[in-house]
């Protein structure tokens, strides 16, 4: 998966996506729909640390697939 690729993990916390806060699931899934087939950067909380990963979400191609 997208998210796989980029290096993300159970349990990050996702700060911002493309330099916009991200409060909500439906802004964050709003970020990606805008974003797809173009590589955004991720802002990301693990463990305490901030990290930023680059990832290119993608239109599923079954509806029960994530876009990341």
Excluded at 23 to 40: D, H, N, R
């Amino acid at each position: 998966s997208p998210a796989e690729d980029a290096g993300l993990q159970i349990g990050d916390e996702i700060i911002s996506a493309n330099g916009y806060s991200v409060q909500t699931p439906e802004g964050f899934i709003q970020q990606l729909t805008a974003a797809e087939g173009t590589e955004i950067t991720i802002t990301v909380s693990r463990d305490g640390a901030i990290m930023s990963k680059q990832i290119t979400p993608r239109i599923p191609a079954n509806p029960t697939e994530g876009r990341i």
